[in-house]
């Protein structure tokens, strides 16, 4: 986290019915959302603690490129939780990076509170809270392979 600016990656909202919210924005806005995908993450941190979760998870862009990631909850609590609680609305701002111990670092130096962090074969990421954020989490996410699309 230096002087130049990251790759933004996508705004995430965290909803209550992942499938009536995905309908809503094509219907009306037009996004083309990849299919609904489950995840459970076994091996994921949350305010310093291993809080395991179970979501329901898509991303969606925008005719110019612009990427919504869209997370249902199903068990457990996430890291959009710590900024929205049981609502619903945009949780997050996501950047890419080449390697996430440097910007976990920098992030942290300029004062940032790491509050949740995930690391697999496929991808790293972290989640950070910082009162000069807008109320929002960053996260910063490192993939150690081909993005997958559908």
């Known amino acids: 986290m230096g002087g130049a600016a990251m790759d933004f990656l996508h705004v995430g909202m965290k909803v209550h019915d992942i499938e009536r919210a995905t309908r809503c924005y094509a219907a009306a806005f037009g996004i083309a959302w990849e299919p609904v995908r489950e995840y459970q993450l076994s091996h994921i941190s949350l305010e310093g603690d291993e809080a ?4 329901l998870v898509t991303h969606g862009k925008t005719a ?4 919504i990631e869209m997370v249902q909850g199903l068990e457990g609590k996430t890291a959009d939780d710590l900024v929205l609680d049981g609502r619903e609305g945009v949780s997050h701002i996501a950047f890419t ?3 996430l111990d440097t910007a976990i670092a920098g992030a942290t130096e300029r004062g940032l ?3 949740s ?3 697999s074969e ?3 990421f972290a989640f950070f809270a910082g009162d000069d954020l807008g109320g929002v989490l960053a996260q910063l996410v490192h993939f150690k392979q081909e993005r997958g699309r559908s």
């Open 52 to 55: 395991p979760s179970r979501t």
């Open 64 to 67: 110019q490129g612009f990427e």
């Open 97 to 99: 990076v080449g390697n």
């Open 113 to 115: 509170r790491l509050v």
């Open 117 to 119: 962090e995930y690391r």
């Open 122 to 124: 496929q991808v790293d």
